[in-house]
């Protein structure tokens, strides 16, 4: 997989390579074809949850249970309430936990743990707008730092919105992280209509569902509990994400993409 990966890099920077060749010839057209191709090609691999151009990542269950997995905690506001929903409900969850909360909150982290949840690497300060841009020694620091916070818990990396780029996949090989996306949604961290959360959520909600929602936010109880009721009135079972040694290599560039 990693030899894969080598190759897709290969091949942009040959592409770069012929797009510099083409400018130096004179040949601005086509420099700016060849360039733009590459760049969206670049833009595919790194913006899309789900896509394992740069790296594999788990979106499914491969057990057909539903993981429920919750970002961007710990959050004293937040999360007590979202620890005692699961709890009444007999839940377990996996929790990717932001570093430089859980050093601030460490008595949640330590709730989080006794509850038997699970706790994820969501990096150190969550640079969700830089995130795929980071160059190698950002990108080291921030998961790095994270893993040394959640005092090397994590089996699970999750990145800011889903995204990655070339420098992602060497440094969860270092640390031992895999990578995790979802499979199902309702964009809660960014709206306030839990209606609307709710439909888009249940769209996706299917037996092998990697549910991501989002601690620290207005409405993250109520978006739990409801998850929790449509889970159980359609009969599906929850469980933790699967152990990593219990994946298998692998991986393709759609809905399907698994470990
Ligand atoms: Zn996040």
């Not at 797009?19 to 790194?46: E, M, Q």
């Not at 620091?141 to 893993?147: D, H, K, L, S, Y």
């Not at 359609?234 to 393709?252: D, E, F, Q």
Request: net charge positive; glycine share 8%.
């Amino acid at each position: 997989m990693i030899a894969a990966q080598a190759v897709r890099v290969l091949i942009l920077l040959v592409i770069l390579g012929i797009t510099i060749a083409c400018l130096i010839a004179g040949r601005y057209v086509a420099a700016i074809l060849i360039s733009g191709v590459a760049w969206l090609t670049y833009l595919w691999g790194t913006l899309r949850p789900n896509c394992s151009w740069f790296g594999e990542v788990l979106s499914h269950m491969p057990g057909g249970e539903v993981a429920i997995t919750i970002d961007d905690g710990p959050d004293p506001a937040t999360t007590p309430a979202l620890l005692a929903i699961l709890r009444t409900a007999k839940v377990n969850a996996t929790f990717f936990l932001i570093g430089e909360r859980a050093v601030a909150h460490p008595r949640l982290v330590e709730a989080i743990r006794a509850d038997g949840h699970d706790i994820g690497n969501h990096t150190q300060t969550h640079p969700q707008f830089a995130f795929w841009a980071l160059g190698p020694w950002r990108m080291w620091r921030e998961i790095r730092a994270c893993q040394v916070s959640l005092q090397n818990a994590p089996a699970y990396f999750r990145s800011p919105v889903g995204h990655t780029n070339p420098f992602v996949s060497p440094v969860l090989k270092q640390l031992g992280l895999r990578r995790v996306a979802w499979s199902a949604r309702g964009y809660d961290a960014v709206r306030k209509d839990v209606d609307g959360i709710m439909a888009d959520l249940f769209t996706d909600l299917k037996s092998g569902s990697i549910v991501l929602i989002h601690d620290a936010t207005p409405v993250c109880s109520e978006v739990l509990e409801r998850l929790i009721a449509e889970i159980n009135r359609r009969g599906l079972r929850t469980a933790l994400l699967p152990p990593t040694a219990a994946l298998h290599p692998g991986g393709v560039c759609a809905d399907h993409a698994s470990l």
